[in-house]
Nanobody, 123 residues
Framework: QVQLVESGGGLVQAGGSLRLSCAAS????????MGWIRQAPGKEREFVAA????????IYADFVKDRFTISRDNAKNMVYLQMNSLKPEDTAVYYC????????????????WGQGTQVTVSS
């Protein structure tokens, strides 16, 4: 089990950028698929992006392809989400999560979660 803490959220205008960070402690993330999941007000959590253990593979939800980039630094125990061309519909709490399984979108397979960081995109 790893403890995850997100940072980097905030208020940004549409078209702007934010970089979210996720710091892990209590263990190394090198053995985990790492993902970002978000939850908008009144909606269910939805998968955003994931990166494989070695960072050799990434997957994205269709609604963020070509706008968001997930990356990881296993040596620093960090995961990142670079978000560009933000839209008001990207407004949500963004969670960093770790999975013991191979890279996947299924949210139920992510075991360890952070507390989330709020991202608000104004129009």
């Amino acid at each position: 089990q790893v403890q995850l803490v997100e940072s980097g959220g905030g208020l940004v205008q549409a078209g702007g950028s934010l970089r979210l960070s996720c710091a892990a402690s209590g263990g190394t993330i090198s053995g985990y698929t790492m993902g970002w999941i978000r939850q908008a007000p009144g909606k269910e959590r939805e998968f955003v992006a994931a990166v494989s253990r070695s960072a050799g593979s990434t997957i994205y939800a269709d609604f963020v392809k070509d706008r968001f980039t997930i990356s990881r630094d296993n040596a620093k125990n960090m995961v990142y989400l670079q978000m560009n061309s933000l839209k008001p519909e990207d407004t949500a709490v963004y969670y960093c999560a770790a999975s013991r399984y191979t890279i996947r979108q299924l949210i139920a397979d992510y075991d360890d979660w952070g507390q989330g960081t709020q991202v608000t995109v104004s129009s």
